[in-house]
């Protein structure tokens, strides 16, 4: 950490630094040691804690199911039986309801996002000074471990769904019904083609961008309350503390919800002929 006795700006920045290996102007390949020295490295840069929790938590969901889909039996089912096939009736409801299609990809592709996305999220209930202090005994500086607290995790997932909206926008309505959909909504009348296209190409964009940056910002916010609450004396800490990670948990759960069928439904729209 910043010194010892760090001051408040010293916390908050080590707490919300990345762990970054990148391209630095002077040092070439290596780790950045502050803030300045990871925005220097600008595009080539990794966020090695974002990309190692991530991927952490997506294994983390693939040995829960696959373990459950083990023990799955047709009696008195356990505790995590229970939560998985609760979580699959949900997820199931959630995407009859919102797409309107017909794709096998959109079911699995939805409980990835839910359960990857709200693992990650609950990363954020672990008191912000254990792992850090954990890492920083090991050698490692900076261990910012909730990947949705940084808008290259979130916007990455965006970008993904935006990849398959425009994939399954080009295959199931094809390249030239695809543009006559771009060129003639709101308004079908060639004249008014470019103010068309200047709508929808915006509206299209937004997409991506307004999946990644609400996730982001929720999730950041709430990391700046926890970091802010850890600052207080420790019985005050406490007694903020504890009430706000408990509200926290319908945040968690939440943006992991909304992320999850805003993608099903612009990939709903995706498959709607116009």
Not at 117 to 129: S, W
Not at 210 to 217: A, D, I, M, P, S
Request: charged fraction near 10%.
């Amino acid at each position: 950490m910043a010194g010892n006795n760090p001051s408040p700006t010293e916390y908050i920045q080590h707490h919300l630094q990345n762990l970054t290996f990148g391209y630095h102007p002077e040092n070439g390949w290596s780790m950045a040691h502050s803030a300045a020295e990871a925005q220097e490295m600008g595009f080539w840069a990794l966020h090695l804690d974002t990309m190692g929790w991530s991927i952490a938590m997506g294994v983390l969901f693939i040995w829960l199911f696959r373990k459950a889909g083990k023990v799955a039996t047709t009696g008195v089912p356990g505790t995590l039986q229970n939560i998985v096939e609760m979580v699959f009736e949900f997820v199931e409801n959630t995407v009859h309801g919102a797409f309107h299609g017909r794709n096998p990809v959109i079911a699995p592709l939805a409980l990835t996002l839910f359960v990857w996305i709200f693992l990650m999220n609950l990363l954020k209930l672990i008191p912000v000074d254990y792992v850090p202090e954990i890492f920083l005994r090991l050698g490692v500086d900076y261990m910012k471990m909730v990947p949705t607290t940084d808008p290259n995790a979130t916007l990455g997932m965006a970008l993904g769904v935006f990849l398959l909206i425009i994939y399954y926008s080009l295959k199931v309505k094809g390249v030239g019904g695809f543009a006559k959909e771009l060129s003639l909504t709101p308004f079908n009348h060639w004249a008014l083609v470019p103010f068309n296209l200047l709508l929808e190409v915006i509206g299209l964009l937004v997409k991506p961008l307004g999946l990644g940056l609400r996730l982001f910002g929720n999730m950041f916010a709430g990391e700046v309350i926890f970091i802010l609450i850890a600052l207080l004396p420790f019985w005050v800490m406490w007694t903020l503390n504890v009430p706000w990670a408990i509200f926290h948990i319908l945040v968690i759960s939440l943006q992991a919800f909304i992320f999850t069928v805003l993608s099903v439904v612009y990939l709903s729209q995706a498959h709607e002929h116009h």
